[in-house]
């Protein structure tokens, strides 16, 4: 070191020597403030790190979802049999007979069940809730008119 920056030195520790120590008053309101950052910055460590857990945690975990696949089978269609199964699981094949003149006029999808709309040759419309996992009809509702 040369001379001048021993002679900086040594005027900024005689600059802190010569201050006054603090009011007492002052000195707890400046302990609590720094309490109060330490905390705060502590605090917003632990929640990044929770938010970068739970990143890491959704990327490397594998996706929990199941995909089944329902098959309607209409009697004047051709049977194909294609179903889709996802990791180990079976794929689920059923097969929903409706009458031959009859028409699905919409579909509807709801956890394991499935709302038909069927128009039939007579005129009147149905509704058909069938639940796939367990291959049953659960209602028919028949639509006045």
Known sequence: ??????????????KAA????????VERVR?????LM????VVTFVL?????VAIFYKIIAPSQKTHTSVQESLPNQTNNSSAVAVGNEEPILR??????????????????????????ADGKKQLIIYDFKLGETIAVISLVD
């Open 1 to 14: 070191m040369n001379n001048e920056e021993q002679d900086d030195q040594i005027s900024i520790t005689m």
């Open 18 to 25: 010569d201050e006054p120590p603090l009011d007492p008053a």
């Open 31 to 35: 302990k609590k403030l720094m309490r």
């Open 38 to 41: 330490l905390s705060t910055i």
């Open 48 to 52: 990044l790190l929770a938010v970068l």
């Open 95 to 120: 097969q929903l007979h409706i009458d031959s003149h009859s028409r699905v006029i919409s579909t509807n999808i709801s956890g394991n069940r499935i709302l038909l709309a069927v128009a039939r």
